[in-house]
């Protein structure tokens, strides 16, 4: 049953089949984010509340929920290189961490930057936010370990114990405004049932988040090859590509 | 369209310098990301086309030292012979 999914371990044809993948990903990016974007900015209603400041959700909170996401993502291919020595796993973790970080920190900032005009201060620390705070040192761990030793197997591995550790903060981002008193607002999106938005603030919503995760799809695609290619340069087919490249 | 002019639109009911630095910093930072993402791409691919350049610098520089060893002890071409295939073999 899993058979089809074996040749996709290797790193040459996984090179090969997202390197084909990805003319596509930039396209279906651009259109997703540019509907998304045009969409918040201008067509959206303000809120009754927050006026138009509330267009800064459409950046923050997909990206919010998206820095976990690709925590997850990379806390479950690390542990995949853990337990079964999978070499592919670790290369898309390696390729998951640096984009992770960046989504991370644009969630904090559009947070500030919203946080300001609306409860009058750019930072607190509060749980939501000393947490998300608390993700990102996490992902520039992850970094630092993967950059720390000449040798990726290690590498891999020292980074891959830390993002596994790391684990522990997701459910506590997740829940902190349940847990705890906090000035941040609960959520409102993935609310069980129906959302607690209007319809005409939740499309464009689901567009720009789409977008957004389109683009980093791409971005991850991208890094991803060069992991496969930076960790299998002595081998013949990568010689024969680069050789093949170079002619051209 | 919520606005009912540009300039209205640029202003964002008041909140102009917030809306737009989330989205500017947040552009600009994916923007960067994307960049990077595939000048390294590139760089990993010249720096293993150097290494290959490199091997290939090194091998002709074997040959011609072997081919020149053999001119003047043309004895020990079994050894030599033996010695460039081993090269061979290494790189």
């Known amino acids: ?248 | 369209m919520q606005f009912d002019s540009i300039s209205a639109f640029f202003d964002m009911g008041g909140y102009a310098f917030f809306v737009w630095l989330s989205y500017g910093v947040s552009t600009l930072l994916l923007a960067a990301l994307v960049f990077a993402s595939h000048s390294n791409h590139k760089k990993v691919k010249k720096k293993i086309a150097q290494r290959l350049q490199r091997e290939k610098k090194l091998r002709k520089a074997a040959e011609k030292q072997s081919a020149k060893a053999e001119q003047a002890s043309p004895k020990n071409s079994v050894v030599e012979n033996r010695s460039k295939n081993t090269n061979e073999v290494i790189s």
């Open chain 1, 1 to 248: 049953m899993w058979k089809w999914l074996h040749p996709y371990a290797n790193p040459e044809v996984s090179y090969h089949f997202v390197g084909k993948l990805l003319p596509w990903i930039s396209k279906i990016t651009f259109v997703l984010l540019s509907i998304g974007i045009v969409w918040a900015l201008a067509f959206a209603p303000a809120d009754y509340q927050q006026g138009d400041s509330f267009r800064i959700f459409y950046v923050h909170v997909p990206t919010a929920i998206l820095s976990m996401s690709i925590y997850i993502a990379m806390a479950s291919a690390a542990f995949c290189s853990l337990v079964w020595q999978f070499r592919l796993a670790d290369a898309s973790a390696a390729a998951m961490a640096p984009v992770g970080a960046v989504i991370t920190a644009i969630a904090l900032f559009t947070g500030a930057a919203w946080g300001k005009p609306m409860w009058g201060t750019w930072w607190i620390w509060d749980a939501r936010l000393t947490s998300e705070l608390v993700l990102l040192f996490l992902y520039l761990g992850v970094i630092a370990l993967h950059n720390a030793f000449e040798d990726k197997n290690l590498a891999g591995k020292a980074a891959g114990i830390l993002s596994l550790v790391g684990v522990v903060n997701i459910p506590i981002i997740k829940y902190s405004v349940e847990w705890w008193n906090t000035l941040h607002q609960g959520a409102t999106v993935s609310k069980m049932g129906a959302p607690s938005m209007s319809i005409d603030m939740f499309w464009p919503f689901v567009f720009s988040f789409l977008g957004i995760a389109m683009l980093i799809t791409y971005v991850i695609c991208i890094r991803f090859r060069t992991e496969i290619l930076a960790r299998n340069g002595m081998r013949p087919w990568v010689r024969a590509l680069i050789t093949a490249e170079g002619a051209k």
